[in-house]
């Protein structure tokens, strides 16, 4: 359901949120490998969300990506929506741009409701909580991290 851009993002920030504090910055290439994920296109997307100010980062030796307090009682919608708009909460389930409810595509109703389910979830679910369940082991975004 996510572009592979997006994917990246919200893997990346669950990541920093459970790996990161001020004083503890992560390095892009540490980042990279632990979401899978190429180094260059992970920096374009910790890029964007830095922008949005939903991750800090410092230059220099000490370096790297960090979020304070507040950034990681972020909701995943908001990393959603910085990288793919709200185009996934939104748009029709097959891509056509004339759906609507009066002249629905064959998926609407039932694309409607998982759309509907899918806001709820993103708009509940923090980085912290998500970052927890990493820590917790209930969770994880690359294999090795569990062992």
Known sequence: MFSKTCEYAIRATIYIAAESDV??????????????????????????LGHCKLVSSQ????????????????????????????LLLKGCGLGLSHCSDREPCPLHDQYKEIRIRL??????????????????????????MAN
């Not at 708009?123 to 090795?144: H, Q």
């Open 59 to 86: 230059k220099g030796v000490n370096g790297g990506f960090y979020m304070d307090e507040q950034q990681k009682r972020n909701k995943l919608i908001e990393i959603v929506t910085a990288i793919d708009s709200d």
């Open 23 to 48: 004083k503890h910055k992560i390095g892009i290439t540490d980042i990279s490998t632990h979401i899978e994920a190429p180094a260059h296109f992970t920096a374009k997307i910790l890029q964007t």
């Open 119 to 144: 806001k709820e979830i993103l708009e509940t679910s923090s980085l912290e909580d998500m970052a927890k369940k990493l820590v917790k082991g209930k969770g994880f975004i690359r294999e090795l």
